[in-house]
């Protein structure tokens, strides 16, 4: 069973809200794609125009720059994948099925169980581990987050290290071990893809095996 979501985002992140118009939801599904496409660095709302079949100038009346665009698609990556969380764990009681979850979560071997037309999450995905620190890797970052852009985030790292104490309540960084958690998913996950002598798994074409890697850094921190 496929259920519909809508995500309701901070408006910080917009001028106007793309979901509410069919440009605003083609903004988003023809950015992700271009992004995925040619990277960061090379998209602009000039191209994404083109994709679009509108004008720069139009772009610009819902997103202020390409850097409020990536951290508004960043953000709603977090925000979907805290829901997914929460829809596989919610009926699960053993703190250790959870966090294999939370793992196969990330490295997206989950099935997905809701309907998002106008969003590529497999592309969204790739964006995030190829693209997503640029959101906040930036001289503003303080400025950002005062305005809670990156809110889902924070609540998707609370929501895991509240799974590790649910397994080891003496555990002293569950918040720590939950970032960590994240960003090296997704740094082996692009290792594996782009710089194979970065990791153990550049020969290897499963998921399987970086699962594994995941569960063994995860249960031992929180078995010290």
């Known amino acids: 069973m496929e259920l519909q979501l809508q995500i309701k985002m901070n408006p910080n992140l917009y001028l106007r809200d793309p979901d509410s118009t069919e440009l605003g939801r083609n903004i988003v599904k023809y950015g992700i794609k271009l992004i995925h496409d040619i990277g960061f660095e090379d998209f602009t709302f ?19 720059n390409k850097h409020r665009l990536l951290t508004y698609l960043t953000t709603w990556f977090w925000t979907w994948l805290e829901y997914q969380l929460i829809f596989h764990t919610n009926n699960i009681r053993h703190p250790e099925e959870k966090i294999d979850i939370v793992i196969r979560l990330l ?35 303080t400025e950002h987050n005062k305005s809670m852009l990156f809110k889902p985030y924070k609540d998707l790292c609370h929501r895991i290290a509240e799974i590790f104490l649910e397994l080891n309540p003496e555990f002293a960084f569950p918040h720590s071990l939950a970032s960590t958690l994240i960003e090296t998913a997704h740094r082996q996950m692009y290792f594996k893809e782009n710089l194979p002598r970065l990791t153990d798994f550049g020969k290897s074409k499963e998921v399987r095996p970086l699962v594994e890697f995941l569960q063994h850094l995860v249960f031992k921190s929180l078995d010290s």
Request: aromatic share 12%; charged share 30%; proline share 0%.
């Open 107 to 141: 490295t997206f071997e989950v099935q997905d169980k809701f309907i998002v037309e106008h969003i590529d999450k497999s592309l969204l995905h790739g964006i995030v581990i190829c693209e997503g620190d640029k959101a906040y890797l930036t001289k503003k970052v």
């Open 46 to 64: 000039k191209k994404l125009a083109v994709e679009v079949g509108s004008t720069e100038a139009t772009i610009y009346r819902y997103f202020e």
